[in-house]
C-alpha cells in the first residue's frame, strides 16, 4: 500500500504540469464541441450525430493522453514493458491503438454514469435557444432527435467501415488511423444512444406488466405483516447501494486505464475439446471465415477482459485501498470546487455570470492530475499480480494476444525481452 502513495507522489511531482496541460486541451477541446453540436444541433439532428461524439472523444483523448504521460514514472508497468528505444512512429500507433481499444468501454462508462446526457442537455439548450431567435430549423432539428432508419444505416455504414478497416490496416498508412477512430466513436455512440432509447421502451412495458404489480403488492404486504425482516432487507439494499455508489466508477476508471496500458495477461481458459474436434473437421475456408470473424470481435473486447481480469486477482486488500483513496479524492475535490469561488468574495450576479464559468475550472485542474495519477499509481500496484497465480506476464509465442500497448510500450523485439527478463 506504501507503494502506491510513493508512485502517486513521484507521478505528481515528475508530470504534475504536464497533466494540467493535457486536461486543460481537453477540456476546451470538449467546451467547443459541444457549443459547435448545439449550433449545428439547430438545424439537423442527423448532423448532431455526426458532431456529438467528438466531444466525448476530446475527453477520452485527454485521458488516454494524461495516462501515456504518467507512463515514465510507474516502476512495475515499466519492468513489465520498457518504455526505451520507442520511435515517434511508434508513439503515434500506440496512442491510436490506445483509443481505439478504450472506445467502447469509455463511451459506454461515459453514458453509464450520465455524463453523456450533461452534454446532450447543454447541447439541446444551445439548440434550442438558436430555434427560439429564428436561427435554425423549425423541423429536424437535435429539439426532435429519434432513432430514424437514416441514423440505423449510418451506424451500419460506420461498423462495416470500421471492420473493413480492421482487416487491411496493417497494409494502408498510418493516418487510416484517424478515420478509423472517428467510425469507432460514431457507430458505438449511436448504438448506446439507440439501445437506450428501446432499454426504456423494454423496462416501461416490463413494469405495465401484472405480475410485476402483482410483486410489488406482495412486497407491500410483506413489510406491513413482518416489519423485522423487512428492515433488514432495506438494510441490506441502503448498504448494497452505498457499496455500489463508493466503488464502480472508481473500478470503471481503473478498468478503462487497464485497456490503455493494456499489459498482456495470460488467462487460464477453459477446454473446450468437444468444440475443438468439430472446428478440427471444418475445411479450410470456414476456418478462415471463423478466424477472421473471431478476430474481429474479439480485437476490441480481449483488452477489457483482460483488464477486468487483472483487477480481479489484484485481491480485496489493493483494491479497497484504491477505493479509500477514491474517496480521500473526492473529498478533496467537492472541498475545491467549494472553497475556490469563495475566494473570489463577493460580487453581483452579472459578474458571476461572466466569470464563474472560468473559475470554475481552476478546482477541477488541480483535481484532475491528482485522479489521474491516483488511477495510474493504483493500476501499477495491481500490477504486482501479475508476478503471481491467475495473471502474469505471457511469453512470447505463448498464443495469448498481446492487446493495445504492447505497441505502446517498445519495439516487438524490446517486448519479447522484456517479457523474457521480467
Known amino acids: 500500500m506504501l507503494a502506491v502513495l510513493r508512485t502517486w507522489g513521484r507521478v505528481l511531482v515528475m508530470h504534475g504540469p504536464a497533466l494540467v496541460a493535457a486536461y486543460l486541451i481537453g477540456?476546451?477541446?470538449?467546451?467547443?464541441?459541444?457549443?459547435?453540436s448545439g449550433m449545428v444541433g439547430a438545424y439537423s439532428s442527423f448532423a448532431l450525430v455526426l458532431i456529438a461524439p467528438l466531444a466525448v472523444l476530446s475527453k477520452l483523448l485527454a485521458f488516454v493522453a494524461m495516462m501515456l504521460i504518467t507512463r515514465d514514472s510507474l516502476p512495475r508497468l515499466n519492468r513489465l514493458a520498457p518504455t526505451a528505444g520507442r520511435s515517434a512512429h511508434d508513439r503515434r500507433i500506440g496512442f491510436s491503438e490506445a483509443v481505439l481499444?478504450?472506445?467502447?468501454?469509455?463511451?459506454?462508462?461515459?453514458?453509464?454514469a450520465g455524463f453523456f446526457r450533461e452534454d446532450l442537455s447543454r447541447i439541446l439548450t444551445i439548440s434550442q435557444n438558436q430555434?427560439?431567435?429564428?436561427?435554425?430549423?423549425?423541423?429536424?432539428?437535435?429539439?426532435?432527435?429519434?432513432?430514424?432508419p437514416a441514423l440505423l444505416i449510418l451506424l451500419v455504414t460506420c461498423f462495416a467501415l470500421k471492420q473493413a478497416w480492421e482487416k487491411v490496416k496493417n497494409k494502408l498508412p498510418s493516418w487510416t488511423r484517424v478515420p478509423a477512430v472517428y467510425l469507432d466513436v460514431v457507430w458505438v455512440l449511436v448504438l448506446?444512444?439507440?439501445?437506450?432509447?428501446?432499454?426504456?421502451a423494454i423496462e416501461d412495458w416490463i413494469g405495465s406488466r401484472a405480475v410485476v404489480q402483482w410483486t410489488h403488492d406482495?412486497?407491500?404486504?410483506?413489510a406491513v405483516s413482518i416489519p423485522a425482516i423487512a428492515a433488514i432487507w432495506e438494510a441490506i439494499v441502503q448498504v448494497v447501494t452505498v457499496i455500489l455508489n463508493l466503488s464502480v466508477i472508481p473500478l470503471a476508471w481503473l478498468l478503462i486505464a487497464g485497456v490503455v496500458f493494456g499489459e498482456v495477461i495470460a488467462v487460464q481458459r477453459p477446454k473446450m475439446e468437444r468444440i475443438t474436434r468439430r472446428y478440427?473437421?471444418?475445411?479450410?475456408?470456414?476456418?478462415?471465415?471463423?478466424?477472421?470473424?473471431?478476430?474481429?470481435?474479439?480485437?476490441r473486447v480481449q483488452p477489457i477482459l483482460e483488464a477486468g481480469t487483472l483487477l480481479f486477482h489484484a485481491g480485496p486488500i489493493r483494491i479497497a485501498f484504491y477505493l479509500l483513496?477514491?474517496?480521500?479524492?473526492?473529498?478533496?475535490?467537492?472541498t475545491l470546487a467549494a472553497g475556490i469561488p469563495r475566494l473570489f468574495g463577493a460580487h453581483a450576479w452579472e459578474w458571476w455570470v461572466m466569470f464563474l464559468p472560468l473559475i470554475s475550472v481552476i478546482p477541477v485542474l488541480i483535481s484532475e492530475p491528482i485522479r489521474i495519477a491516483l488511477i495510474a499509481a493504483a493500476y501499477d500496484d495491481v500490477l504486482a499480480t501479475s508476478r503471481r497465480g491467475g495473471a502474469r506476464n505471457a511469453p512470447a509465442g505463448s498464443g495469448t494476444t498481446a492487446p493495445v500497448a504492447d505497441s505502446m510500450?517498445?519495439?516487438?523485439?524490446?517486448?519479447?525481452?522484456?517479457?523474457?527478463t521480467g
Not at 27 to 35: G, K, R
Not at 218 to 222: E, I
Open 409 to 420: 510500450v517498445a519495439p516487438a523485439g524490446q517486448r519479447e525481452k522484456a517479457t523474457s
Open 101 to 112: 481499444s478504450s472506445v467502447i468501454p469509455f463511451f459506454a462508462f461515459y453514458y453509464a
Open 131 to 148: 430555434v427560439m431567435i429564428g436561427a435554425g430549423s423549425d423541423t429536424g432539428n437535435a429539439t426532435q432527435f429519434d432513432v430514424t
Open 280 to 299: 478440427d473437421r471444418l475445411n479450410a475456408g470456414a476456418k478462415r471465415r471463423l478466424r477472421d470473424t473471431a478476430g474481429l470481435a474479439s480485437s
Open 218 to 222: 406482495f412486497g407491500d404486504w410483506f
Open 27 to 36: 477540456h476546451t477541446a470538449h467546451y467547443i464541441l459541444v457549443w459547435a
Open 192 to 200: 448506446i444512444y439507440g439501445a437506450s432509447a428501446f432499454t426504456v
Open 325 to 334: 483513496l477514491s474517496q480521500a479524492w473526492l473529498f478533496l475535490d467537492q
